[in-house]
């Protein structure tokens, strides 16, 4: 099985960028179909975005798609959410997700798909 760990999280500007990364430990990494939630406070588990096992498949949610870009190296073992023009309502803690199962573009948005999860990162936009 494979252990999570997120880093990159702090707190930016509106309009700012951060880059969070999820860095993989005790398995394949590069057999798991991985993705980024959040959870902002006293709200639900928010899908983000998802990426396949090779990168040949993302998926996001819409209102984050023209602003966020998530991408992986295997051979680092490390998946990453660039977040570029960053609002307030973007402040969340951000967690990492895996599961060892084929790509599926409707499943992966569910955190029910996901077998593994890191500890989360808390990103915090503030003027």
């Known amino acids: 099985q494979v252990q999570l760990v997120e880093s990159g999280g702090g707190q930016v500007q509106p309009g700012g960028s951060l880059r969070l990364s999820c860095t993989g430990s005790?398995?394949?990494?590069?057999?798991?179909?991985m993705s980024w939630f959040r959870q902002a406070p006293g709200e639900e588990r928010e899908f983000v975005a998802a990426?396949?096992?090779?990168?040949?498949?993302?998926a996001y949610a819409d209102s984050m798609k023209d602003r966020f870009t998530i991408s992986r190296n295997n051979a680092e073992k490390t998946m990453y959410l660039q977040m570029n023009s960053l609002k307030p309502e973007d402040t969340a803690i951000y967690y990492c997700?895996?599961?060892?199962?084929?790509?599926?573009?409707?499943?992966?948005?569910?955190?029910?798909?996901?077998?593994?999860w890191g500890q989360g990162t808390q990103v915090t936009v503030s003027s």
């Open positions: 997700a895996a599961v060892l199962k084929n790509w599926s573009p409707y499943e992966c948005r569910s955190g029910r798909f996901y077998n593994y």
């Open positions: 005790g398995g394949i990494f590069s057999a798991y179909l």
């Open positions: 990426i396949s096992a090779r990168s040949t498949f993302t």
